[in-house]
Structure formats: structure tokens, C-alpha cells
């Protein structure tokens, strides 16, 4: 087991090839602090170097957050006491960071063991898979604050969910159980919180058992796919990723292996 040193409000352990991130701010429900994006952006900047990383686990510390979003105090005060320019860098600041999960080499996967919330639920819609414990809590309870989404959610989450259900959810501020957050699309299974790790570990191995680069273009692949502007654009770059992926030695392992067994 290894970690990368140097954060002051994260950890990333690194384990036979699995990354794991935790957000360490149990006593604030995990909330995404400045100092939680800048960790966390260098975290994925760092991992992004490493290719040999197979899996990318993001979660929480503890047992009651995954995370609760922004730390709202950093959005209080009248106006004019915030200079609009630098609110815009933040704000895209805090965007290009979500687009480094989505844009990492390696699968991820959310572990969200509680409430993911706010910027923990637009968090967690940029992972590739998502597993929550039973009692976890979901929503964008940004509306209650005089705010609106954003991190590119407004797009993100309504590609998830669909746009009723995402307004549903913004327009509301509520906040839904993880049976709903599995009929809706936004997660990929519920588990017993005594059965949350297994269920990764399980998803690490599977992933772990296929074909390295094959899953990594096929991640490249349907993320492209997923926002193209047509069908024959997400073909066309399809087939250039077949190819590639083709004529790797591990593609004539693999096929080799299987004609064999």
C-alpha cells in the first residue's frame, strides 16, 4: 500500500493498482472547501500521470457523508463584498475539477456511504459508477440558498436523470432516499452499509479481470459517444478507438486466451 503525500484535507491511497480518495472533513459532512477542490484537482492531476492506476474510488470520511457540497459560509456575505470576477474563475475553477473525474484515464467509481449532496452530487454524477449505502441521502438543495446549480450539473445531472426530474429536484431543494436515486438512473446499486466495501472491492476485481486498455477506450469511447452532436460524429470516433484498441498486444492476448480455454 502506498499514499501520495502532501494534502491537507484529502488522502489518496494507492492499493494493487486501485486508487482510493477519501475527503477528510467527517465534522463538516465532508463539504468541498477550497482547500478540498485544490486537493482535489492536484490528486487527479497527479493520478492522471499514473497510467498504471486501473480504478479511482472517491468517497468520504466516516459514516454520514459521501459529501454535503459546498462550504456554504464561503458563499455569504452582501454582493459587493465579492469581487464577480474572481467568483467567475472560482466557479470555472471548481467546473474543470469535476471535468478531471470525468476526464481521468481510469474508471471511478463514487463510494458513497451517506448524504451526497450539492457539490457532493454533482461530485458524484462525473464518476463512471455509482454504489450508496441504504440510508444515503440525495439532492441539489441549492434553490433554499438563493443559488442555482452548477459545475456544468445543469447539463450533467439532467444527462443522468433527464431535465424533469432534475428540476424536480433543484426547483424542490428536497432531498431523495437511494431507492429513488436507483429508479431515476443516478446510481448503479444499493448495498448494506456492512457490504459497501465488498461491493467496490467486487467492482475493482471485475474491472481489474478485463482488458486494461479495452476498458480505459472503451471509458474514452462512450464519454465522447455520450456527447456528441450525432450519431455519425460518435460512430466516427468509435471506430477510430476500435482500431486502436485492436492493434494492441493485449487485444491478441486476450482473444488468444479465450480461443485456448
Not at 24 to 38: D, F, I, M
Not at 229 to 238: G, I, K, P, Q
Amino acid at each position: 500500500m502506498a499514499y501520495f503525500n502532501g494534502y491537507g484535507s484529502i488522502s489518496v491511497e494507492l492499493q494493487e493498482k486501485v486508487a482510493t480518495i477519501t475527503v477528510q472533513r467527517p465534522e463538516k459532512y465532508n463539504a468541498l472547501s477550497s482547500e478540498v477542490y485544490h486537493d482535489l484537482s492536484r490528486a487527479f492531476s497527479e493520478l492522471q500521470l499514473h497510467r498504471e492506476v486501473e480504478l479511482v474510488v472517491i468517497t468520504g470520511e466516516g459514516d454520514k457523508a459521501f459529501c454535503s457540497g459546498a462550504d456554504i459560509e464561503q458563499y455569504a456575505g452582501p454582493t459587493e463584498n465579492h469581487d464577480p470576477k474572481q467568483r467567475i474563475r472560482r466557479e470555472l475553477f471548481f467546473e474543470g475539477v469535476y471535468k478531471e473525474v470525468r476526464n481521468l484515464h481510469a474508471p471511478t467509481v463514487a463510494k458513497i456511504n451517506g448524504y451526497c449532496v450539492g457539490g457532493g452530487f454533482i461530485l458524484a454524477s462525473y464518476c463512471d459508477i455509482r454504489i450508496a449505502v441504504r440510508d444515503a441521502k440525495f439532492g441539489v438543495p441549492v434553490t433554499d440558498i438563493g443559488q442555482i446549480p452548477s459545475g456544468g450539473s445543469t447539463y450533467r445531472v439532467a444527462q443522468l436523470i433527464g431535465e424533469a426530474k432534475t428540476k424536480e429536484l433543484v426547483f424542490t431543494a428536497n432531498l431523495i432516499d437511494a431507492e429513488e436515486a436507483h429508479q431515476i438512473g443516478f446510481i448503479n446499486s444499493i448495498v448494506d452499509r456492512d457490504e459497501l466495501d465488498s461491493t467496490v472491492d467486487k467492482i475493482a476485481d471485475d474491472v481489474r479481470g478485463t482488458g486494461r486498455t479495452a476498458v480505459k477506450n472503451s471509458k474514452k469511447a462512450i464519454n465522447y459517444s455520450v456527447e456528441a452532436s450525432d450519431l455519425e460524429t460518435a460512430h466516427n470516433h468509435e471506430r477510430e478507438l476500435w482500431w486502436e484498441q485492436f492493434a494492441t498486444e493485449e487485444r491478441e492476448e486476450l482473444v488468444g486466451e479465450f480461443l485456448n480455454d
